[in-house]
């Protein structure tokens, strides 16, 4: 077990801290001050998590998937019980809002119920015909590595699907953001799960990462993060043919055309754009209107952005916290003096707010240069650059324009715009008039720099199952 300030490693079914002893300091955003600690991981505890994985496997997978799916659904229930916690630890680490954290382990519960629903269906032998079927089957030990912004999603997308497949998971998770990782693992433990088919580390990210995916004992590597550590990783992961799912950058596009209703639009759009201060890789970014409509949607997106209440995450008046770290500050003052430099008009924001914590304004760029790091580097902040457009060709040339494609958006009432659209846009989901997170029944996955594989939805559970073909010269019985 971890208390709130000092959160440690979960190996061979025991908390404990690091082999070396060390550990690093917990900062919150909102303050710029220390308030915990988190353990580092040694080689030693890696190690330990490998053998441990390694020793359960089988016990695991030969386990009835109704039996691994009950568990997965008591600890649904057991962490639906420490949401308010949870979500207060969450926000303080990370900045989001109390009501944005909430949300978030409101979508994990979900997530943990949906695989722990799915997990006998999904196991079962299924014909081909008569002389043929498919036996999916556990593929093997999971490393699943998951970033700070959205840890307590991402990690059970990957650790409930793995675990209703069969298989066990090590889950390296953010040291900026533990707690998430710790509340998941504890309900799973609390809900019965045996010794090595959970383990939990957090330290060095690159160290952890070279020494799991150096293991012939990983078979699947489960990441979300940047396209940079991705490519790093798949990289390392081909030394043992590991099977990659890789969840990476975003460079979303609206694109908003004459016929839509532009206060929905704005109002939508600021919404998902703004909340946790914009550091979602499914967040909008880049955002082309038609240009009839052009200077009244700017107008009144900079309006909307100049009413959005900055303040402490726990404050129910608060509309957007802090950004989670000094390292995004520099980001958002780097891309704003480049874009600024290129010629571009600061609408709105632009600035660091003079406070204590790291707060940045929301941000509107309109005119902005094609060359501007802005608009060819993933934000991942509470920036939005607008642009016009005269023509679908060239809505659909700009926001073909990146080499990201993980989500798009578009605002139109016309069936035909939206047909062409959804088939013109490159990007692994399309949003119509909508802009929501990612439901736990729905496949999600990038194309082009932005990863490949699925997480979530039959796809994502499938991820971590081999589908044995069995043919026979007999009819073959199913069970």
Request: glycine share 8%.
């Amino acid at each position: 077990m971890s208390d709130s300030t000092n959160y440690k490693l979960f190996i061979n079914g025991s908390w404990r801290s690091g082999g070396n002893g060390a550990d690093l300091a917990l900062i919150n955003p909102a303050t710029a001050q220390q308030f915990g600690r988190v353990a580092v991981a040694s080689a030693s505890d890696l190690d330990d998590a490998l053998t441990s994985a390694q020793a359960s496997l089988q016990r695991w997978s030969n386990t009835p998937a109704r039996e691994r799916g009950a568990l997965l659904v008591r600890a649904a229930q057991i962490l639906r019980g420490k949401v308010e916690i949870a979500a207060a630890a969450l926000s303080k680490e990370q900045g989001k809002t109390l009501s944005d954290a909430k949300g978030e382990y409101t979508r994990a519960i979900e997530s943990l119920e949906w695989n722990g629903l799915q997990a006998k269906k999904l196991s079962a032998p299924f014909p081909i015909d008569q002389k043929r079927m498919i036996v999916p089957e556990a593929i093997g030990v999971v490393a699943a590595f998951t970033p700070w912004n959205y840890p307590a999603v991402l990690s059970v997308r990957k650790v409930a699907a793995a675990i209703a497949a069969g298989c066990p998971v090590i889950l390296k998770a953010a040291e900026e953001t533990p707690s998430a990782g710790v509340y998941i693992v504890e309900a799973l433990e609390q809900a019965g799960i045996p010794s090595g088919v959970v383990g939990l580390v957090f330290g060095n990210p690159s160290m952890i990462s070279e020494h799991l995916l150096g293991s012939p004992v990983v078979r699947v590597l489960s990441f979300t993060g940047s396209t940079q550590i991705g490519k790093q990783l798949a990289t390392i992961a081909a030394n043992n043919l590991q099977r990659c799912v890789l969840e990476l950058g975003g460079h979303s596009p609206v694109v908003v055309f004459e016929d839509t209703d532009v206060s929905k639009a704005v109002s939508a759009i600021s919404e998902y754009k703004f909340k946790f201060a914009g550091q979602s890789c499914n967040a909008p970014s880049r955002i082309l209107v038609a240009r009839s409509i052009y200077r009244d949607f700017l107008a009144r997106l900079v309006q909307t952005a100049k009413r959005i209440r900055i303040g402490l995450p726990d404050d129910p008046e608060t509309d957007m916290g802090p950004m989670a770290n000094a390292r995004r500050i520099e980001a958002m003052e780097r891309l704003t003096k480049d874009a600024v430099a290129r010629g571009a008009r600061v609408e709105t924001g632009g600035t660091r707010l003079d406070r204590p914590g790291f707060y940045w304004t929301p941000t509107i760029l309109s005119n902005v240069h094609p060359e501007s790091q802005v608009l060819h580097e993933e934000p991942f902040g509470p920036i939005l650059t607008v642009a016009p457009f005269d023509t679908i060709e060239e809505a659909i040339e700009g926001a073909n324009d990146t080499e990201y494609g993980l989500a798009s958006y578009v605002f139109t009432d016309s069936p035909d715009i939206q047909q062409r659209m959804v088939r013109s846009l490159s990007a692994g989901a399309i949003s119509v008039n909508y802009l929501k997170g990612v439901s736990a029944d729905a496949p999600v996955g990038g194309i082009k720099q932005s990863g490949y594989g699925y997480e979530g939805g039959v796809e994502g559970l499938r991820a971590f199952q081999h589908l044995k073909l069995v043919n026979s010269a007999n009819v073959l019985p199913l069970e």
